[in-house]
């Protein structure tokens, strides 16, 4: 299928074809702005040299660009009412490769070692709002040897969760996950206008690089465990809520031993996890880890 899908009246066109409507279960919501989609393919970066991994294609907006700029794209699509769709709208798309999976069950590792070629892929998606963090952190914990930059449509507030600073209301074990694997760098802002159906906010295009290496040195699973353990107790101090029963990689620690530890960094012993930098979590990991 040669027309654009990324227009109101073919999006339409082809819902009212098959019969379908966006299911809610999915948070389907079709983008119907093609400047839109082509502006997140170029933020993307995308050339022929590229295998793209696309999430949730839908009827294929997007991936009929994405096979335009890229060498190889690999679809992964839950809803299988979708298939006759595809099949037509991506019908002369030959670069393009659509597997009927949810993308939390499936071994990214794998896929991308398989249509990678030995190098990394990019990805490019339109993310549900409701698994829009598990599906974030699944790609960014494979790291730069399976990607090489992640760009997503999200919801808006999710967006500026992950580029809050310290010390802010959104700022949390989002904002230090993804600033920990890549640089987040903000696109655009989508009105509701775009989509069809209109969800009920904003969305953002943010676009990720993945770090070579990690911008700080320290136990990657202990740390991670700190930062769980702090917000997911936020009103309280950070030495209170770590020694609220929580285990960090196997190991406990004492409100007093938190509290020494951050005495050291020159912290006060009842500063929030909220307060604290991705470099000062770093550095606490470390002086709990030599307890």
């Excluded at 990324?6 to 074809?17: M, R």
């Excluded at 990607?147 to 959104?170: H, L, W």
């Excluded at 987040?184 to 509701?192: D, G, L, N, R």
């Excluded at 409100?255 to 500063?271: D, F, H, K, W, Y």
């Amino acid at each position: 299928m040669r027309e654009l899908l990324a227009t109101p009246g073919a999006t339409k066109y082809i819902l009212e074809k098959y019969g379908l409507r966006a299911k809610k279960k999915y948070g389907q919501n079709f983008l119907i702005d093609p400047g839109v989609v082509e502006r997140i393919v170029e933020a993307a970066q995308i050339t022929k040299d590229d295998c793209v991994l696309e999430i949730g294609p839908g009827i294929g907006s997007m991936t009929q660009i994405l096979s335009k700029a890229a060498g190889k794209v690999v679809c992964v699509e839950i809803d299988r009412s979708l298939q006759p769709v595809l099949e037509e709208t991506l019908g002369d798309c030959e670069n393009v490769k659509i597997l009927w999976e949810d993308v939390l069950d499936v071994d990214l590792q794998a896929l991308c070692e398989e249509y990678g070629g030995g190098r990394p892929l990019k990805v490019v998606a339109n993310l549900p709002y409701y698994v829009t963090t598990p599906i974030l952190m699944k790609l960014l914990e494979l790291k730069s040897s399976a990607f090489s930059s992640i760009t997503v449509m999200i919801q808006k507030e999710v967006a500026d969760r992950i580029r809050s600073a310290p010390g802010s209301r959104e700022y949390g074990a989002l904002s230090l996950a993804v600033r920990y694997y890549a640089d987040p760098e903000m696109v655009m802002i989508v009105k509701p206008g775009c989509f069809m159906p209109r969800p009920g906010v904003d969305s953002c295009v943010l676009c990720m690089h993945a770090h070579e290496t990690p911008p700080v040195q320290a136990d990657e699973r202990m740390m991670f465990a700190l930062i769980r353990a702090a917000f997911n107790q936020r009103r309280k101090t950070l030495a209170n809520a770590v020694s609220h029963g929580y285990s960090l990689d196997g190991r406990t620690f004492t409100r007093e031993q938190v509290a020494e530890a951050l005495t050291e960094m020159g912290l006060s012993p009842s500063v929030r996890g909220e307060a604290l930098s991705l470099e000062q979590f770093a550095e606490l990991t470390g002086k709990l880890g030599r307890i």
